[in-house]
T-cell receptor, first 112, second 117 residues
Framework: DADVTQTPRNRITKTGKRIMLECSQTKGHDRMYWYRQDPGLGLQLIYYSFDVKDINKGEISDGYSVSRQAQAKFSLSLESAIPNQTALYFC???????????FGPGTRLTVL | AQSVTQLDSQVPVFEEAPVELRCNYSSSVSVYLFWYVQYPNQGLQLLLK??????LVKGINGFEAEFNKSQTSFHLRKPSVHISDTAEYFCAVKTEAGGTSYGKLTFGQGTILTVHP
């Protein structure tokens, strides 16, 4: 079984809809991250969490919110989706050293 | 602030030929270096990492990379590529966290390697 899972794997939605992307991990890591990938831009950090009570904005947090429901679960929400949020979204985890991040399989989101 | 530049956005190569994917970084502090691979329609997989020690790092699938501190480079190489190596490759740099600061992982723009028969 995969250590980091993301649901859904693919989602098509309309402008203005609220969307939640979920991430779960079985690695026992404290730290979790959300990235988005756009062609030619690599990965950009949206939010990160060092533990359940510690959530921080990344480079591109506008238009997004997160919830750390438990050590193993970290959700990303788009309150009102817009077309330029169409992207591939990755969740990642790391231990407390933060030296190595493990990535989930990604969620491909399309906003029409 | 650190940054990562992958010098080639696309690299076409024939099967069994050698390949080098170039990566340069800038940082004012010590870094950890990574190469990730993304196969078509799949997630990110760690190919290799440099944390400390020998500057020549060997990874999976026959890839290796050399950390050159003076040139701030971490180029990825493979002596003979296969069709199955066709993928997008990302170089990434991470600084050590200090105090309450987050040791950010910064990605390059990606290099698409296409191996032709």
């Amino acid at each position: 079984d995969a250590d980091v899972t993301q649901t859904p794997r693919n989602r098509i939605t309309k402008t203005g809809k609220r969307i939640m992307l979920e991430c779960s991990q079985t690695k026992g890591h404290d730290r979790m991250y959300w990235y988005r990938q756009d062609p030619g831009l690599g990965l950009q950090l949206i939010y990160y969490s060092f533990d359940v009570k510690d959530i921080n904005k990344g480079e591109i947090s506008d238009g997004y919110s997160v919830s750390r429901q438990a050590q193993a679960k970290f959700s990303l929400s788009l309150e009102s989706a817009i077309p330029n949020q169409t992207a591939l979204y990755f969740c990642a985890t790391s231990d407390r050293t933060g030296r190595l991040q493990y990535f989930g399989p990604g969620t491909r989101l399309t906003v029409l | 602030a650190q940054s990562v530049t992958q010098l080639d956005s696309q690299v076409p190569v024939f099967e069994e030929a050698p390949v080098e994917l170039r990566c340069n970084y800038s940082s004012s502090v010590s870094v950890y270096l990574f190469w990730y691979v993304q196969y078509p329609n799949q997630g990110l997989q760690l190919l290799l990492k440099y944390l400390s020690g020998s500057t020549l790092v060997k990874g999976i699938n026959g890839f290796e990379a050399e950390f050159n501190k003076s040139q701030t480079s971490f180029h990825l190489r493979k002596p003979s590529v296969h069709i199955s190596d066709t993928a997008e490759y990302f170089c990434a740099v991470k600084t050590e966290a200090g105090g309450t600061s987050y040791g950010k992982l910064t990605f390059g723009q990606g290099t698409i390697l296409t191996v032709h028969p």
